[in-house]
């Protein structure tokens, strides 16, 4: 049995490479500091952490966050508002990731 959801939800998705060296470090403040200030500020609902199973040619190791928020308009207010304050705290491994952010919008949901 198909259950369909309408929805009109956002994920602000942020894809990271991290080297092999200081990964386990990022991890920890990953799962302990930053999804839980991501959080905080209230412009979320949940947060989703997933490893990439696929190896990349440039090594390291690669994760995907997904922040799931109610609608375009309070993504937009994160930006404003809290973007650059918390994407700064990630200066400590600075040259050590690679990181790519997307939008997408939730169409519909199906279990």
């Known amino acids: 049995m198909w259950f369909i959801y309408q929805v009109t939800m956002f994920i602000y998705n942020v894809t990271i490479n991290i080297e092999e060296s200081a990964h386990d470090e990022w991890l920890e403040w990953m799962t302990k500091e930053h999804i839980p200030d991501m959080l905080s500020t209230g ?22 966050i997904q922040y799931t928020t109610d609608s375009k308009t309070t993504l937009e207010q994160y930006y404003k508002e809290n973007a650059d304050e918390l994407r700064s705290k990630s200066e400590r491994f600075a040259g050590k990731f690679v990181a790519f952010r997307t939008e997408l919008q939730i169409i519909t949901e199906q279990q």
């Open 43 to 64: 412009k979320f609902l949940k947060a989703l952490m997933t490893k990439v199973l696929v190896e990349e040619e440039m090594g390291g190791i690669t994760y995907s």
